[in-house]
């Protein structure tokens, strides 16, 4: 198992994902984010929600906003649907996945 350089408990079990960043070659760069996991119906895909706050300067004022990401997840993390987890960017695995589940918040 590999450090990846970041504070983030690592898993228990081992995996043959080559996307894992744990187990395989994917290197972590860029933005970290913790958002709440959605869906995980799509084989080793998840659906991770952004809810953030917008400021309207026409009215000042804030108004809430959400964005979906689509990001990849290693069979050797156990994360479940409404989950809070830390997803971070890495270079594009597919046209809309370019970010990586890293592992569950505590």
Known sequence: ??????N???????????HCPF???ISIRGKLIQ???IKTKARRTAVVRIE?????KKY????????????????????????????GECRPLSKNVSFVVLGRVN
């Open 23 to 25: 187990h395989g070659q």
């Open 52 to 56: 953030f706050f917008h400021y309207v």
């Open 35 to 37: 958002a709440k996991l």
């Open 1 to 6: 198992m590999k450090n990846i350089g970041l």
């Open 8 to 18: 983030i408990e690592q898993p228990t079990t081992d995996c043959d994902d080559h």
């Open 60 to 87: 000042m004022r804030y108004e809430k906003r959400r964005r979906n990401i689509i990001a990849h997840i290693s069979p050797c993390l156990n994360v479940n649907d409404n989950d809070s987890v830390t997803i």
